[in-house]
């Protein structure tokens, strides 16, 4: 889990500041006090002066300062719609959308930056895949695999399609642990199956599926596959082609970048193929009524209107600030605090963890004999700690354990141990409140 790691990457942003100083064995250690003083919001107070504990990252996570100077910046002095325009503000402003786009198909190692479509975010990103791979590849009683910890951004989508389209979803079962059933998913496959959806990391329980190998089988038999990243991308380096995923979705909003703006890698040769989905400016070469509309070519013909061109700057900014300490480097102080936190929560009488995989991120969602999940989250929020409670977007696997809700802590960057501790220690004693 926590291993030694070697140096982050150099100082690309030439600030001079090298935060980490030391991984070791046993005691990760890095300047976090340092990463915190670039989060305004972190110095936050709330309910009688209490410091602001956030965690719940796994929902939306803080932005640094440098994200929101690159995005006044933007307003400040470069303001203008991109593309068309071929005055200097125009012309600059496409230049940093564009680089932008290179940012991301860096970030997913992907092979080209036609691959990268920008979009509102990895729901938006589902949607887009669903609606034209379904309308352009399948027929109706074709089928498309998802799994059961599925977000409802990659559930609501092929169930929307397959009233209209007459698909069939199936459905990959969640073991007791909290894992795919990969025997189960082997045998969900048939003749008519055209498309795996799955999440690479589940918000709901943490678990970090075996993308490589559920893309291995599925490519094996024919069909392709597209993955939700919105867990992943903050937390681990994720590599699309290494994987060999078809479309790869994530957002802005869950690697310290804007809300409004994220991505969808698709493989060049789908993205040529599939139809777009939204019609308007942007997406098109030449317009006519009476000979026929074309299309422009990927990634601008699934870009239809004007994009969110301030976010994009952001999302690069973002990107550029999580590459400066190195996703290895966040992946092993998140999974030091996971470990802290689960060791501390397990001393809890009566609360029990959902999702014990052999592999998970820094998300952990509990129950507590005897007291509500609802009633937890408001009354820790009193003592000044933010954790998420309730479904998570993910209903179907919450009910597989036979539940409504739970509460979910989940860790970022600028999280530390001192504050796992505040945190155990806050809901230790709402529960005693609670159970009075
Ligand atoms: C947050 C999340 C989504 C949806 O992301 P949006 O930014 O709300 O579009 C989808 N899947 C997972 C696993 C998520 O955690």
């Given at each position: 889990m926590v291993t030694r790691r070697s140096m982050p990457q150099s100082d690309i942003t030439g600030t001079g500041i090298m935060q980490i100083h030391d991984f070791t064995e046993q005691h990760p250690i890095l300047d976090v006090d340092h990463v915190r003083q670039e989060f305004p919001i972190l110095g936050r107070r709330l309910h009688d002066n209490r410091p602001l504990v956030y965690l719940d990252n796994a929902a939306t996570t803080q932005t640094p300062q440098t994200v929101l100077d690159a995005m006044d910046d933007y307003y400040h002095r470069m303001n203008a719609n991109i593309h068309r325009g071929i005055h200097s503000l125009a012309e600059e402003a496409t230049q940093a959308f564009e680089n932008a786009r290179k940012h991301v198909q860096r970030f997913l190692n992907a092979a080209d930056s036609r691959e990268i479509v920008f979009t509102r975010g990895a729901t938006e990103s589902l949607n887009l895949v669903a609606n034209v791979f379904v309308r352009s590849e399948m027929r109706p009683g074709d089928e498309v695999i998802v799994s059961e910890m599925e977000h409802h951004a990659n559930i609501v989508p092929w169930q929307l399609l397959a009233d209209t389209h007459g698909i069939v979803i199936r459905v990959i079962p969640v073991t007791e642990q909290g894992e795919l059933d990969m025997a189960a998913y082997r045998a969900l496959?048939?003749?008519?199956?055209k498309l795996v959806a799955v999440t690479h990391v589940s918000n709901a329980l943490g678990t970090i599926n075996p993308v490589a190998e559920l893309a291995r089988i599925a490519h094996e038999r024919g069909a392709a596959i597209v993955v939700d990243g919105a867990q992943a991308a903050p937390h681990q380096p994720v590599d699309v082609q290494a994987l060999d995923v078809d479309f790869y979705a994530f957002s802005a909003h869950k690697v310290y970048g804007p809300t409004g703006i994220g991505a969808l890698y698709g493989r060049l040769d789908w993205l040529e193929q599939l139809p777009p989905w939204q019609g308007g400016g942007e997406m098109i070469k030449r317009v006519s009524f009476d000979r026929g509309t074309t299309f422009a070519d990927p990634p601008h013909k699934f870009e239809a209107g004007t994009p969110a061109i301030a976010e994009a700057i952001g999302f690069d900014r973002a990107l550029q600030w999580v590459e400066r300490y190195g996703l290895d480097v966040i992946s092993d102080w998140e999974q030091h605090l996971l470990l802290n936190a689960t060791e501390q929560l397990q001393t809890i009488d009566g609360l029990r963890i959902i999702g014990n995989a052999e592999h998970k991120a820094g998300v952990i969602s509990f129950v507590v004999d005897g007291a509500h999940a609802q009633d937890i989250g408001l009354l820790i929020d009193q003592l000044g700690v933010a954790i998420r409670t309730g479904h998570h977007c993910a209903q179907p696997v919450l009910r597989r354990f036979g539940l409504e809700a739970t509460c979910r802590a989940s860790f970022a960057l600028y999280n530390t141990p001192a504050e796992i501790d505040t945190f155990v220690s806050a809901l230790r004693r709402v529960i005693d409140m609670v159970r009075g």
């Open positions: 496959f048939s003749e008519r199956t």
